[in-house]
């Protein structure tokens, strides 16, 4: 294994790694999935206090009805009820509890409505303020985007040629030696660990002896026994 060609190339694919991590890691990228999570929410918001208006406004038809009935009812009986001079004390009494019970539940049907309407009114304030902020969140959100979009494809590029120079570099490796790397590389970063006084810089265990005299002596691969990189002397 020609490990300071590997080792080159590993500079090479990190930098393209730290470059596509700060692609990720834009403030523009950020404030823009932020953003898009607000609006999520408030969308969600909005359909809920929408479910809310509805039912309200349901509830608010059907008092309605109940109050229209028991008005027809009392005034019908009003009529009916008209001359009551030749009726009893006690035919008189019930007759007038029947009209009592009739105002009491139109008076109740009243006090339901205003509670429902005043309740109605408040939820759509509620919705117009969602869709205020939502609007001014969308608003800002464009303008972002625009710009992120310019600086995107600007970073677009840059990574692919950031990819291109490792991959030349790549493409000059032994297959096996390449595939090794990956496979290291698939649980620890960097993949390959210089040996500096006699310890592994990548995790900074110190090396047995025995591992080092292997090292040193021959060009089989060596890793490290704690964390599992590729070690590479180049001295």
């Given at each position: 294994m020609d490990l300071k060609a590997l080792w080159d190339y590993m500079q090479l694919d990190l930098e393209a790694d730290r470059f596509s991590n700060e692609m990720r890691q834009s403030e523009k990228r950020k404030?823009?999935?932020?953003?898009?999570?607000f609006?999520?929410?408030q969308q969600a918001q909005f359909a809920?206090?929408?479910?809310?208006?509805?039912?309200?406004?349901?509830?608010?038809?059907?008092?309605?009805?109940?109050?229209d009935r028991l008005s027809a009812l009392f005034e019908d009986f009003t009529k009916e009820n008209a001359d009551i001079q030749e009726l009893s004390s006690e035919d008189v009494a019930n007759?007038?509890?029947t009209a009592d019970k009739l105002l009491r539940a139109i008076e109740n049907c009243e006090k339901q409505l205003s509670v429902l309407l005043k309740s109605a009114?408040?939820?759509?304030?509620a919705q117009n303020d969602i869709r205020k902020?939502?609007?001014k969140t969308k608003s800002e959100y464009d303008a972002i985007k625009k710009e992120y979009d310019v600086e995107f494809a600007n970073d677009k590029i840059k990574l692919k040629q950031l990819r291109?120079?490792?991959?030349?570099?790549?493409?000059?490796?032994?297959?096996?030696?390449?595939?090794?790397?990956?496979?290291?590389?698939?649980?620890?970063?960097?993949?390959?660990?210089?040996?500096?006084?006699?310890?592994?810089?990548?995790?900074?265990?110190?090396?047995?002896?025995?591992?080092?005299?292997?090292?040193?002596?021959?060009?089989t691969v060596l890793t490290c026994d704690n964390c599992g990189r590729i070690l590479y002397a180049p001295d």
């Open positions: 404030l823009l999935i932020n953003q898009t999570e609006l999520k929410k809920k206090v929408d479910s809310e208006i509805g039912k309200m406004e349901q509830k608010i038809s059907e008092y309605k009805e109940e109050a007759r007038l509890k009114e408040t939820a759509e304030r902020r939502a609007a291109t120079n490792a991959d030349k570099v790549g493409e000059k490796l032994d297959a096996a030696d390449l595939e090794k790397y990956r496979q290291v590389k698939q649980h620890c970063t960097p993949p390959i660990a210089k040996l500096l006084n006699q310890q592994c810089t990548g995790c900074f265990m110190t090396l047995p002896i025995g591992t080092l005299r292997e090292l040193k002596s021959s060009d």
